[in-house]
């Protein structure tokens, strides 16, 4: 703290001065909280009393809570978080000022949007936050928490001296005049602040915040007086205007304690006993059960009743009020004997007319018609029983609903016009065919008679439909017998005609026939020997046909056999130190044929039929691996296809295979791995895409590049291009990979 005199003093002066200030302040802070107790307490009691009886109380003890929440949250500065201390307790002290304002709006009946309220209690926060955090400043603070109760007082007092109904304003003006105080009170703060900014925290202010303190604590006392004096006027208005009307009215009135005794009781309870005949005694109008009254209102809450008293031949409508604040029971009796003898006669009206009605319904419910009522509203106001059942719904259903709903969209425009029509004034008759929903179509006689009163207007639509379905339909039959008799008639005599034409052509026909059956015999005679000769020809034809491809087949078979043989033989002469080119060049050459065999084979067995991809792969791969020694091991693996190849493209493809199975025994694998060849084909249409790869180590990159031709896979190539028509790729996959494209040959 600064120094108040001309010289300095020492620090633990100045320590003692700030802790006598702390001391102070915090005192002053538990005063307030104590006052703001009682006033809570005072406000509760309020509210308790008076909350069935007049609106607003709740929400002034709500205010009275959050002042006081808001002053204890203030006084714990620095022992709790600022943002409880500072920002929640500065936010309930506004919060509570605006509830105050949502009570008395509801004390003057006059209510309004909530919203301008809590968009300023919002902004209010958001200031809190961002003086308290963002940027520290004690003097905004108090100015902001000033100005939003400079803003809501203000409203109050506008509200409680402007705004309220003319007969209260007598009764707010007070109350109007302590808001007034309390915003000129934070207009003056918020000056004092702008012109003596304060410095440091707040507990450094000293005896400036104070006044501020102790000024709202004693507004706040004065409010809560006023408040009380205020409910306190409007109640005493009430029982003042009560006792006018009690004294003035011209109905019985009396009341009662709790003990059941007749405490007051106007001049016109003592003329109702006396035009009675009845001896001068209020306690007449005492209805029994009272005492069940008391007990339902025994938790404090005014209870309401009505029921009606008899008095020689006199009946009273009796109003009861429990009030069990004041030990009494209001009672407010009008005599009701002429509207209860009209009542009762309505009754017996309403009875005969009940019987009446019900009779009608029977007669109409088991009546063989279809019968109902449209209003001018076109709408259903009685259907028989028949009636609903034949839309399969409930009477119950039925009535009340719209015309146009029930019937149905195809009948919709027209049953419309019908009743414009009938509400016109037009009765209208007519037979028809309607699909009713549960019995089905059914031939209708229908009549639309229009209810008429005795000025002409019209006030709805008879509508009644006699079934003539049966009729219809004997109708029907009876013409359908006629016509089926004439033509019956008709038919036998055409029948008779035909008859007659038919068995003149069956004459003539029959003679036709026996004259080329005569012709037919002879030809089938001459046919049967010529085919007995084809057939001998045909024989001979075949049998030669089949010797000659069996020798055609047996010789190339020996041919080929021979060709491998001498091969063989020249590779058993070669001498020691030949070339290995040469011998190399035997080796293929031998296996080249040795599968064009093997297809030759497969072809020959076939009778030159198209050939199984799956079969070809099988036979050629498992004849080139069937020279590799037993050391090494080899799996061979064709997955499954409908693939099928022409004797033209089977040889192409076997010699394909073995080039590729030869150059994957030189090649791939090793000894202690097995060699796999696996083959695959793909059909889509016309086009096959076979797939031949190995598990060695691929493919040399000059060959993927085109830089080195070796004469297998010219070989490939070729056979792919001439006999195939197609093409081939090479790359590496975890080993050679060769794929073929090329179209199917038929």
């Known amino acids: 703290m600064r120094p108040r005199g001309g010289g300095s003093r020492s620090q633990p002066e100045v320590e003692l001065e700030a802790a006598m200030n702390l001391l102070d302040l915090r005192t002053v802070f538990v005063g307030d909280a104590l006052s703001g107790l009682v006033c809570v307490v005072f406000m509760a009691l309020l509210w308790a009393r008076n909350r069935k009886r007049i609106a607003g109380p709740g929400f002034w003890l709500a205010n009275a809570v959050l002042q006081v929440a808001g002053i204890v949250l203030l006084g714990l500065r620095g022992d709790i978080p600022d943002f409880l201390s500072v920002v929640l307790g500065n936010a309930s002290l506004v919060g509570g000022a605006v509830v105050l304002y949502w009570g008395l709006e509801r004390f003057v009946g006059r209510r309004s949007s909530p919203v301008p309220n809590l968009l300023i209690l919002a902004a209010f926060v958001a200031a809190m936050f961002y003086f308290e955090y963002a940027f520290p400043s004690l003097a905004a603070r108090i100015v902001c928490l000033s100005l939003g109760l400079l803003v809501v007082c ?32 934070n207009l003056v703060r918020i000056g004092a602040t702008w012109i003596w900014p304060p410095a440091g925290d707040f507990y450094d202010v000293g005896w400036a915040a104070y006044g501020p303190v102790l000024l709202g604590q004693m507004l706040f006392l004065a409010l809560s007086l006023g408040l009380y004096h205020m409910v306190a ?46 001896p001068p005694d209020a306690g007449a109008f005492i209805p029994a059960g009272l005492g069940d009254l008391w007990r339902e209102s025994a938790a404090g809450v005014p209870a309401e009743h009505e029921c009606r008293v008899t008095l020689g031949n006199a009946v009273f409508l009796e109003s009861i009020f429990v009030l069990p604040e004041f030990e009494t029971v209001h009672i407010y009796a009008r005599d009701i004997t002429a509207r209860v003898r009209v009542e009762q006669e309505q009754q017996r009206s309403a009875a005969a007319l009940r019987e009446r009605e019900a ?17 001018r509203d076109r709408r259903y106001r009685f259907v028989n029983q028949r009636f609903a059942e034949s839309f399969g719904q409930p009477v119950e259903a039925l009535v009340g609903s719209p015309v146009v709903d029930v019937v149905g969209e195809a009948y919709r425009q027209r049953v419309s016009e019908l009743i414009d029509a009938a509400l016109a004034g037009q009765s209208l008759t007519f037979d028809d065919c309607v699909d009713l929903p549960v019995p089905g179509p059914r031939w209708l006689i229908s009549s639309y008679l229009p209810d008429s009163d005795a000025q002409g207007r019209v006030n709805g639509v008879f509508v009644i439909a006699y079934d003539i379905t049966d009729r ?17 008639v008709a038919e036998r005599a055409a029948q008779f005609e035909a008859a007659n034409q038919e068995l003149l052509a069956e004459v003539a026909e029959r003679r036709r026939m026996e004259a080329t059956l005569r012709d037919s015999e002879q030809r089938s005679r001459e046919l049967a020997s010529q085919n007995a000769e084809l057939l001998v020809v045909s024989r001979e034809d075949a049998a030669t046909k089949a010797t000659l491809l069996q020798e055609v087949n047996h010789r190339v078979k020996n041919n080929l056999a021979a060709v491998i043989g001498l091969l063989h033989l020249e590779q058993a002469h070669l001498a020691a130190d030949d070339r290995p080119a040469y011998r190399s060049l035997v080796d293929d050459l031998t296996r080249r044929l040795q599968s064009l065999a093997v297809v030759h084979d497969l072809l020959s067995a076939g009778f030159w039929a198209p050939v199984p991809l799956g079969v070809l792969a099988e036979r050629v791969l498992q004849a080139a691996v069937a020279v590799v020694p037993r050391r090494r091991r080899v799996e061979v693996q064709v997955s499954p296809t409908a693939v099928q190849f022409v004797p033209r493209q089977a040889n192409a493809l076997g010699l394909i295979f073995n080039e590729l199975a030869t150059n994957a025994l030189k090649y791939a694998g090793s000894e202690g791995l097995p060699l796999r060849l696996a083959v695959q084909a793909d059909q889509t249409g016309d086009e096959v895409r076979l797939e031949f790869r190995d598990n060695g180590p691929g493919f040399p990159d000059e060959v993927l590049q085109g830089q080195r031709h070796a004469v297998g896979l010219h070989l490939v190539e070729s056979l792919a291009g001439l006999d195939l028509g197609g093409a081939v790729t090479l790359r590496n996959d975890a080993g050679a990979v060769v794929v073929l494209n090329f179209r199917l040959q038929q």
């Open 359 to 375: 009779l009608l319904g029977i007669i109409l419910d088991h009546t063989p018609t279809y019968v109902s009522y449209v209003d």
């Open 472 to 488: 219809k339909e004997a109708e029907a039959e009876i013409r359908r017998l006629n016509e089926d008799l004439e033509q019956r």
């Open 154 to 185: 203000g409203e109050c007092a506008w509200l409680l001296l402007g705004h309220a109904d003319a007969r209260l304003l007598s009764i707010t003006r007070p109350v109007g005049i302590i808001m007034v105080n309390y915003a000129g009170w």
């Open 233 to 278: 006027q409007r109640l005493s208005a009430g029982i003042q205007r009560e006792a006018a009307f009690t004294t003035t009215n011209p109905n019985p009135v009396l009341a009662v304690d709790r003990s059941g005794a007749v405490t007051y009781f106007n001049r016109a309870a003592t003329a109702a006993l006396d035009r009675l005949g009845l």
